[in-house]
Every structure is written in C-alpha cells, then in structure tokens.
C-alpha cells in the first residue's frame, strides 16, 4: 500500500472523485502545511494557519498504477489556479503534493509535467514537505456520500467526480 498526500481545492471533492476508484482502500480528509498545530476548519478557513485542505489517499499500486491517481489529481481539479479553485479562494485551496520520500517527489515532479498536456497551460501546482497532517473534523470524511443532494456537492464536486469517472472508468470499483 502506498499513501499519497495532495491538496487540489476543497477536499471534499478530491475525497469523493478518488473513493471509487479500485485499490484505492482510504481517503482521510485533512489540513497540511501550514504552523498552527492541530487547526479547525474554522481556524483553516481564515487563511492564516498557512494549511491546505488535503487528502491523504491510500491505494494499492498492483491494482491502480501510482500514475493514474497522479492524473486523476491533475484531472479533478485546476492547477493552473493560484492558491483557489472557483469560487473557493485562498492558500487553503492551493494545488500541493506532498511526497513523503525522494521517490515519490520524482513521481509528483513527472505528474506535473505530464498535467502541461490535460491543461493549457503551465501548472502552479507546489511539491512542498510532507510535514505533519492532520486529520479533519469528523463530518468532512466522506462528505460527498453523506451529503449529496448539498449544494456545494452537486454544483461542484460532483461535476469533478463525473469527470474523473469519465476518464478513467476503467478503474470504477463494479
């Protein structure tokens, strides 16, 4: 099993558009780079804490290639977007990847790269330290399946989930 930590937007959208995909074993919602230790939603929400709301996803490479959990994240969301996504403003909405090891910064780096081709234009996705994440209140894990007629949900998430169910339906759990 491997654990790859990223942060693309909201992360209830990265949680529901990765939860049904094969291999894949665990989403954890959470809060990652920033200096205040154990921070709320709340506190993360103003900005200051320097967090991004992430996700920690957990998979089996035997059973989905490290490589399309990459591209599913550069697919899901908009790394062009400068610490937002949409209406959602902010460094807490920031497009990070945070490699725990060597290798898998050398796997986020050639994700990156290969992000250029699914976007027009370059992404301003950072690869910053793994540092320590935190793991989110308990009602923002698995938000998408426990809320979807919310409108946040259906305005946006689901649109992202769809698209990356469209693209890589090969990996849909059956």
């Not at 937007?9 to 200096?35: E, H, M, N, Q």
């Not at 308990?138 to 998408?144: G, L």
């Not at 469209?166 to 759990?173: G, S, T, V």
Request: contains cysteine.
């Amino acid at each position: 099993m491997e654990t790859f930590v990223l942060a693309g937007g909201c992360f209830w959208c990265l949680d529901a558009a990765y939860r049904p995909l094969k291999g894949v074993s665990d989403v954890v919602s959470g809060y990652i780079g920033g200096t205040v230790p154990n921070p709320s939603y709340e506190l993360v929400c103003t900005g200051t804490t320097g967090h991004a709301e992430a996700v920690a996803v957990t998979f089996d490479p035997a059973e989905i290639p490290a490589d399309v959990i990459l591209d599913a994240f550069f697919t899901m969301h908009d790394p062009r977007q400068l610490n937002r996504q949409g209406n959602d403003v902010g460094t807490q909405y920031r497009s990070a990847m945070f490699p725990a090891d060597e290798r898998q910064r050398a796997i986020f780096e050639a994700a990156k790269e290969r992000a250029a081709g699914i976007w027009d234009g370059e992404p301003v996705t950072t690869i910053e330290p793994l540092g320590t994440f935190y793991r989110a209140e308990e009602y923002h894990q698995d938000f998408f399946a426990k809320n979807p007629t919310q409108g946040y949900c259906l305005a946006v998430a689901l649109p992202k989930v769809n698209k990356v169910r469209a693209r890589f339906a090969e990996y849909l759990q059956v």
